[in-house]
């Protein structure tokens, strides 16, 4: 069981950046990586990006490629998304999420999830 807190979602403009950060506790030994999803109303809960803990490598969505970029502080067990060049069909609620699998782009390999933030992205 990990809990996940995240922060950093607003309002910016088309073109801005927003970096999400999501914060894990409670037992995070056994998880191999940590991910991002993003889900806009009326639609599913769609892969955004993910990091394995150990060894940092990363993996992006095509929609997002270029424009985000995962990371992370495994001192303090936080993930980090930058948020580059933002459109308007980046609106959504993201959420973070930790894994002990390694399906890494896939939902339902994720074992536990923050709340979610709104990223709001306006023309």
């Known amino acids: 069981q990990v809990q996940l807190v995240e922060s950093g979602g607003g309002l910016v403009q088309a073109g801005g950046s927003l970096r999400l950060s999501c914060e894990a506790s409670?037992?995070?030994?056994?998880?191999?990586?940590m991910g991002w999803f993003r889900q806009a109303p009326g639609k599913e809960r769609d892969f955004v990006a993910a990091i394995t803990l150990s060894g940092g490598r990363t993996y992006y969505a095509d929609s997002v490629k270029g424009r985000f970029t995962i990371s992370r502080y495994n001192a303090k067990n936080t993930v980090f998304l930058q948020m580059n060049s933002l459109k308007p069909e980046d609106t959504a609620i993201y959420y973070c999420a930790a894994t002990t699998k390694y399906y890494y782009m896939r939902t339902d390999s994720y074992d536990s999830w923050g709340q979610g933030t709104q990223v709001t992205v306006s023309s």
């Open positions: 409670g037992r995070t030994s056994s998880s191999t990586a």
